[in-house]
């Protein structure tokens, strides 16, 4: 078994094309009428244009217009004035035109490879595509021609590019796996699009897979079997008729809002980890972000992320998901979320220590970092601000008071944001459930954090197996604590989201419903399927079910009942 990152979901088995790529090697030559040669590299320029058009015009058919946009970058990537400015100046300079082209490429490509960033990392893919394709052009040499692939394949590549995918059959490719790539390539997002299962990032998958082999592309795993026996064939068949039955059901609800069977409007956004996390949410059909756990960023790096490198992360989150909300929560570390180089002293008790808001509001320094990086991010987006951990009002209002310093601050250097953002809170401590009443007249929203409520509503931590048993949200304690926070935010006539697992759990839907909240926050892949969900119950259905479920005692029954229900 072959692994790598699954970037486009599904299951494609069938026989390996390997494509091997062309070589693109010349003997570089001094040019001594240069005139000729830039009309040969003019020329050139001319055909590779005229052969991405195609390609773009392609795939605008089988994928569509923002995808065809993708070739056509490529288009005004070579089209660049500086670009072929420059290669002309280098020509003049005595260099062939091969040379010229591949000097001028090769700068941006280690430019472009050297950022910080995914997605301008992933621009040097997009360069290296235009260099072969224009090498191939002036060298005489035939494109790979990937578009011949018999049905039934699953291409094997070393890197895909952009023009392969434009040039792709896709009712003849089953799958595609290639040694390089990620979620955020191009040549990924057009996978996706296509709906072509793949896997990328696979080591040296050209040199353990042989042309002709039967292979499984696990795009949902990113896993590659090479040979399978019969028991794993009929095992990834199933899944396969699975996975198509289900999409099939889940895709009548892609770009429809979220109502419930009698009309009633929700938000449906995602939690996220990372700025890409945003791309992927919004791939999902998520209605924006809910949750965006900012301490990723601080637990990928050994200082802390400075202000610039937050507001780059949180405005390319918020460019991503155009005008969808984007609730940017905090700094939430301690418990289980250790940063050593915070220096955080061991406690003996670290769910109850000097965590979260609690840090932030002693390290100010550190905390107005971050809030001014949201604060300059919000002029991008529609960023919300979200405390974690609140226990007590004076949180709210020690945090609150803080953003408005950042304002003033802000305003004097005459640097833009949104002057409107609003300020929320995480409830989920039990404290912040019971005085929710208290808590939702200083927040602009609430967010339930379930797997920390839970826990702390239940005195028990889940990474304890002999307590791990009292650990479920369906416990009456935990379902009261919700109830009561979204009654308290509907008096105060804020929105209440839940961003914790349960807003994905479908046995909590009626209840949440019943209740009354008004976004789920879920994972990227949890979309479709809690869409679908919460289309499938009416409020007063949804009200008699709670009512029966919040009458019985224990958690077992509550739980017991919710399945019988729901089958
Ligand atoms: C929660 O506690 O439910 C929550 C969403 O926050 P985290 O899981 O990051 O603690
Ligand atoms: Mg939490």
């Not at 018999?150 to 995918?165: D, H, N, Q």
């Not at 790539?181 to 793949?198: D, F, M, Y």
């Not at 009292?470 to 006539?493: D, F, W």
């Amino acid at each position: 078994m072959l692994k790598g990152t699954g970037v486009s979901a599904g299951i494609g088995i069938g026989k390996a094309l390997l494509i091997e790529e062309h070589s693109l090697e010349y003997t570089p030559v001094t040019i001594t009428e240069p005139q000729a040669e830039k009309e040969r590299f003019n020329d050139a320029v001319k055909t590779f244009c005229e052969n991405t058009k195609k390609q773009a015009d392609a795939l605008r058919i089988s994928a569509g217009d923002k995808e065809a946009e993708i070739m056509l970058g490529h288009i005004s990537l070579i089209e660049d004035p500086f670009l072929t400015g420059e290669v002309e100046k280098l020509i003049e300079g005595g260099q062939c035109a091969e040379a010229a082209l591949e000097q001028m490429c090769d700068m941006f490509i280690s430019i472009f490879s050297a950022a910080e960033d995914d997605l301008t990392r992933q621009r040097a893919a997009d360069v290296r595509d235009v260099k072969a394709g224009m090498l191939g052009v002036l060298l005489g040499i035939e494109d790979v021609k990937i578009g011949d692939a018999p049905k039934g394949s699953v291409i094997v590549v070393r890197e895909l590019t952009p023009s392969m995918i434009a040039e792709i059959k896709k009712e003849n490719i089953a799958g595609i796996i290639a040694e390089t790539g990620s979620t955020t390539s191009h040549s990924a997002i057009l996978a996706r699009v296509l709906e072509i299962p793949a896997v990328m990032s696979v080591d040296d998958a050209m040199l353990s897979i042989r042309g002709g082999d039967t292979v499984i592309c696990d795009g949902s795993a990113g896993v590659v079997i090479v040979s399978p026996v019969e028991e794993e064939l009929k095992e990834y068949e199933a899944k396969r008729e699975r996975f198509v039955r289900e999409k099939a059901e889940l895709d009548k609800f892609r770009g429809k809002p979220t109502v419930s069977a009698d009309g009633i409007r929700y938000e449906l956004v995602c939690n996220i980890g990372k700025p890409d996390d945003a791309a992927k949410a919004v791939d999902n059909d998520g209605e924006g972000v809910g949750l965006f756990r900012t301490e990723f960023l601080f637990m990928d790096k050994t200082s802390v992320p400075t202000e610039d490198e937050q507001f780059d992360a949180y405005k390319k989150a918020a460019l991503i998901l155009k005008e969808k909300p984007l609730i940017i929560r905090t700094l939430d570390i301690g418990g289980d979320k250790e940063i050593p180089y915070l220096g955080l002293e061991k406690e003996d008790n670290p769910f109850m220590g000097f965590r979260a808001i609690r840090y932030c509001l002693k390290y100010r320094s550190l905390f107005k970092t971050q809030l001014r990086a949201i604060l300059r991010a919000s002029a991008f987006g529609n960023i919300s601000i979200m405390f974690p951990l609140i226990t007590c009002v004076e949180e709210v209002r020690a945090g609150k008071l803080l953003v408005d310093e950042i304002m003033e601050e802000l305003r004097a250097e005459g640097i833009a944001f949104d002057e409107g953002i609003k300020v929320g809170i995480m409830v989920e401590t039990a404290a912040a459930a019971v005085i929710a009443d208290i808590l939702a007249k200083e927040s602009d929203f609430f967010s339930i954090g379930t797997n920390d409520l839970t826990g702390y509503t239940m005195a028990c931590d889940r990474g304890n197996g002999n307590v791990a048993y009292l650990y479920s949200v369906m416990q009456p304690s935990v379902l009261r604590m919700i109830k009561r926070t979204i009654e308290c935010a509907a008096r105060e006539g804020i929105p209440v989201g839940m961003c914790g697992e349960a807003a994905a759990d479908p046995l909590m839907t009626p209840l949440l419903i019943s209740f009354g909240l008004t976004e789920f926050s879920v994972s990227a892949p949890s979309v479709l399927r809690l869409r679908k969900n919460i289309a499938s119950w009416t409020k007063e259905r949804a009200d008699e079910v709670a009512a029966e479920a919040m009458r019985l005692e224990t958690q077992a029954e509550i739980k017991e009942y919710l399945s019988s229900v729901i089958g």
